[in-house]
């Protein structure tokens, strides 16, 4: 069985709180996947339910939309049909596409972040993703419910922004109002506890049903690098 453990349980807050990792996931099939979050959310149009849930359509979504079934394994630059309950009487559907995942570490991506004690020893990802609105009316400003699984047992929500951006992985928030067939890029970040790795990206499901889940080589991300021009401009403008 898959466990689910929200990033507030790592004890993830860098700068004074301005990132803030969310609360415990919800097992119940009711219950928001994506709740707890910190991101502030306003409520999205609600897409048109046109189209009965089926044994292979764990939720109601537009004609024409059909849901990846719950369990498959993709790889990286596929893309799976996904869709959740950011409340209870509204459907989101997405086409998304977990592009890469890139291993990081504090010194290489949070430059002039404040690393907690707690935060220590724990190791950052950032999963990149893009994704499609297929729900058949507009959505915003929803955090989606897409977790890293570590293996393939348990399952972290990614971290959420607020007050001040991040600017090297912006998030998981979709933009505030996303048309039907209007794509949005997302960067995802997680904390994982030391010795544990990310093995895939996973689309947690309603009730007890088995993930979609995203898999590849796993990338270690390079730091920018430096203008040499412009420091040496500066050294002699400092001179």
Do not use: H
């Not at 849901?67 to 049909?81: A, D, K, V």
């Not at 430059?111 to 058949?136: C, D, H, L």
């Amino acid at each position: 069985m898959v466990q689910r453990a929200g990033a507030a349980v790592l004890g993830s807050v860098l700068a004074a709180g301005l990132l803030v990792g969310c609360s415990d996931s919800q097992d119940s099939a009711d219950d928001d996947p994506s709740a707890g979050s910190t991101a502030d959310a306003s409520e999205p149009s609600e897409p048109t339910e046109s189209a009965d849930a089926t044994p292979s359509s764990y939720l109601p979504v537009p004609e024409g939309v059909t849901l990846t079934e719950p369990g498959t394994s993709l790889g990286f630059g596929e893309t799976g049909t996904i869709a959740w309950r950011p409340r209870q009487d509204t459907v989101v559907a997405l086409d998304l596409t977990v592009d890469r995942i890139d291993k990081t570490s504090y010194k290489e991506s949070f430059e002039g972040w404040v690393i907690t004690p707690q935060m220590k020893g724990q190791v950052p990802y950032f999963v990149r993703a893009t994704a499609t609105n297929v729900s058949g009316a507009a959505i915003g400003d929803l955090l989606v419910p897409l977790y890293a699984l570590s293996d393939g047992t348990s399952m972290y929500e990614p971290l959420s922004f607020r007050e001040e951006a991040f600017e090297p992985c912006p998030g998981g928030e979709l933009p505030e109002k996303l048309k039907p067939g209007k794509t949005a890029d997302l960067c995802l970040v997680y904390l994982l506890p030391e010795g544990l790795a990310l093995s895939s990206a996973a689309f947690d499901l309603v009730g007890e049903l088995a993930p979609v889940t995203w898999s590849g080589e796993i990338t270690a991300i390079e730091k920018p690098k430096k203008d040499k021009k412009k420091d040496e401009k500066k050294g002699e403008q400092q001179g």
